[in-house]
């Protein structure tokens, strides 16, 4: 996929707590919301719906993705990966 490009731009999009439509849209599909502490060594077990089901938690995947994403080019002297989230 990155073959014959010199750089990568990954862009994790901002999840906003106060947004009126994302809360009337959290309400009807939300049952309940329970936050998970995760990290890299962690076998996930539980559904993908209730694991994105906090806010938190889809955080801390997104700067947890950013970093891994980071560190794994940034050894490579031919390929530059810039990513850009919000912690």
Do not use: C, H, P
């Not at 106060?18 to 890299?40: D, G």
């Not at 997104?62 to 970093?67: E, L, R």
Request: hydrophobic residues 35%; aromatic residues 10%; without cysteine.
């Amino acid at each position: 996929m990155i073959v014959g490009y010199s750089e990568g731009r990954v862009v994790f999009d901002r999840y906003q707590e106060q947004s009126l439509k994302k809360n009337k849209t959290r309400k009807k599909r939300a049952v309940t919301s329970t936050e998970f502490k995760i990290n890299l060594q962690m076998k996930l077990t539980m559904s993908l719906r209730e694991l994105l089901s906090s806010s938190m938690t889809k955080a801390s995947l997104t700067s947890m993705f950013t970093q891994a994403l980071q560190q794994y080019f940034s050894s490579s002297n031919t390929f530059k990966v810039v990513a850009v989230y919000e912690d």
